[in-house]
């Protein structure tokens, strides 16, 4: 007896599902695959962008700190460099001075009248001086000229007072020892004495008239 059952039919008869079968079906392009690749780094974490922006920040800390002290230390051994060569000769100025005060004892010793041969050797110390001086003036080292200023003790010594209303008490009157800087650095201070007895510095008398005035009538 013949079957008259229908036969099975498998193959999809919808449309839709033929197409979605297809699709399963068919091999992915290469730019599915790409954006398959690129969709979980969009999705990143939040929290992995803020990590990398402060290990940015740190870097970038760090950076500035170095070069601010690779400039800090240039502009240092720029001045130590300087000051070596501008002080290196201080022991050495320092022991010339005793040679220059000799000199000048020298001269100050010698006779007001002074014979041929006398002045000779007197011409001569005293070119031997200003030699001296001009080559340590050549190197940095000059004379403190205080005579008639105001004492300063950073760069003059006071050994004695005298009086003398004439000038401004502190005024220096006399330079028993010459002093000298090196730079600007004190290489010797200058022995002085020193006046008392008259006004302050930048005072005058009470009774001295002031300039301008004509007090005669």
Request: hydrophobic share 35%.
């Amino acid at each position: 007896m013949p079957d008259t059952t229908s036969p099975r039919n498998d193959t999809p008869t919808d449309a839709a599902d033929v197409e979605l079968h297809a699709a399963d079906a068919a091999p992915q392009t290469d730019g599915e695959r790409a954006d398959q690749t690129i969709e979980p780094e969009i999705s990143a974490p939040a929290d992995r962008v803020v990590e990398l922006e402060a290990a940015v920040t740190d870097l970038r800390d760090r950076f500035l700190r170095s070069h601010a002290e690779m400039e800090n230390l240039r502009r240092r051994t720029e001045r130590e460099v300087q000051d070596a060569r501008k002080y290196a000769l201080t022991a050495f100025a320092r022991d010339l001075l005793s040679v220059a005060d000799n000199l000048r004892r020298a001269l100050e010793a010698t006779p007001a009248e002074k014979d041929g041969p006398l002045q000779a050797i007197v011409d001569g110390v005293e070119l031997t001086e200003r030699e001296l001086l001009k080559t340590l003036e050549k190197h940095g080292v000059a004379k403190i000229e205080p005579k008639g200023q105001i004492f300063d003790p950073n760069f003059h010594q006071a050994i004695f007072e005298a009086p003398d209303p004439s000038v401004p008490t502190g005024t220096v009157v006399q330079v028993v020892q010459d002093g000298y800087v090196i730079g600007d650095r004190l290489l010797r201070p200058a022995m002085v004495g020193v006046a008392r007895g008259g006004p302050k510095p930048g005072e005058t008398k009470a009774d001295d008239p002031k300039p301008g005035i004509d007090r005669t009538a």
